[in-house]
């Protein structure tokens, strides 16, 4: 069973900056896409940044300049460096990865790890 594991999130003042990581483990024999969606309170789910497995990059508008992924394809790991956080950016955020495992790609999850940014 292949399962996606995030951590780094936690409470920063405004301007600071946070470091998440995800990492991806289990019957795992490929992996594609990577990425960090966010949900705040009473609002839909939405992209972060995405990254492919050649390192190729997508950003929300509201992140480019502030934010950074990277990946570790040795490690199976992603990373998103948060800098210059605001208020705004507070929400859960949710690890995606495109992973095939047991003969089919599919798409996981992980659990969220909440980033809350105080003015």
């Known amino acids: 069973q292949a399962q996606l594991v995030e951590s780094g999130g936690g409470l920063v003042q405004a301007g600071g900056s946070l470091r998440l990581s995800c990492a991806a483990s289990?019957?795992?024999?490929?992996?594609?896409?990577m990425g960090w969606y966010r949900q705040a309170p009473g609002k839909q789910r939405e992209l972060v940044a995405t990254?492919?497995?050649?390192?190729?990059?997508i950003y929300a508008d509201d992140v480019k300049g502030r934010f950074r992924v990277s990946r570790d394809n040795a490690k199976n790991t992603v990373y998103l460096q948060m800098n210059s956080l605001k208020p705004e950016d507070t929400a859960l955020y949710y690890c995606?990865?495109?992973?095939?495992?047991?003969?089919?790609?599919?798409?996981?999850w992980g659990q969220g790890t909440q980033v809350t940014v105080s003015s």
């Open positions: 990254i492919t497995s050649s390192g190729n990059t």
């Open positions: 995606n990865a495109a992973m095939y495992n047991r003969g089919s790609w599919r798409n996981y």
């Open positions: 289990g019957s795992i024999f490929s992996i594609d896409a």
